[in-house]
């Protein structure tokens, strides 16, 4: 497709297991980031992938989480041993190349809505 | 105090009406962004601006750097036009990439 896709949209689980989250970016775009918003929060960074650069990865709140990017496109955002707060959605982005010291546009993905029971 | 702050944070009008939502930050930034999300959680870019005015149809949207303020019209309201309106910056401080977000404001147009 030609957006930003996510899977799976929906996804209840038990507290205590891990899942994976993944996420296409649009096609050519270096740039991925990972967002949350926590019911009743706003969204929140996550972590940054751009190109084979070291991710920012400054946004993860435990070591229970992790990101990976295959092949500089397909990512999988991993929560082990998840918690109730762990509930939220979790957003993906992606964007061009972006420029030095400026922003380039970045465009959504639909979410996939976590429900840790 | 959160580096990103919009008003009103719930704003209820009657169909018809002209609208305003207010962002305001205290970082430095390259550009603006305006999200609108809908019941289901999906997020639609609206503008993304640097520096004075853009608009598209009923939606209006403007920046004043010095001032670090923008503002999100919505003029002639529609029932449809009922979201969360969220504004983002990317602080120049963190790499100018990665976003920090306004809570939104939840606007309701009744018909």
């Known amino acids: 497709g030609a957006g930003v896709s996510q899977s799976p949209s929906n996804k209840v689980t038990e507290k205590g297991k891990d899942v994976e989250l993944r996420c296409d970016p649009i096609s050519g775009h270096t740039a991925l980031y990972w967002y949350r918003q926590s019911l009743g929060q706003g969204l929140e960074f996550l972590i940054y992938f751009q190109g084979n650069s070291a991710p920012d990865k400054s946004g993860l709140p435990s070591d229970r989480f992790s990101a990976e990017r295959t092949g500089g496109s397909v990512s999988t955002l991993t929560i082990q041993r998840t918690q109730q707060e762990d509930s939220a959605v979790y957003l993906c982005a992606s964007s061009l190349v972006p420029l030095a010291g400026g922003y380039n546009e970045q465009f959504f993905g639909p979410g996939t809505r976590l429900t840790v029971l | 105090k959160n580096e990103v702050e919009q008003s009103p944070q719930n704003l209820t009008a009657q169909e018809g009406e002209f609208i305003t939502i207010n962002c305001s930050y205290s970082?430095?930034?390259?550009?603006l962004h305006w999200l609108q999300q809908h019941p289901g959680g999906g997020i639609v870019s609206l503008f993304m601006l640097s520096s004075g005015k853009k608009k598209h149809g009923r939606l209006i949207a403007t920046i004043n750097i010095q001032e670090k303020h923008s503002s999100l019209h919505i003029t002639a309201s529609h029932p449809r036009d009922s979201a969360v309106y969220i504004c983002a910056v990317p602080p120049i401080i963190q790499g100018a990439q990665k976003l920090v977000f306004g809570q939104g404001t939840r606007l309701t147009i009744n018909p």
């Open positions: 970082v430095g930034i390259s550009a």
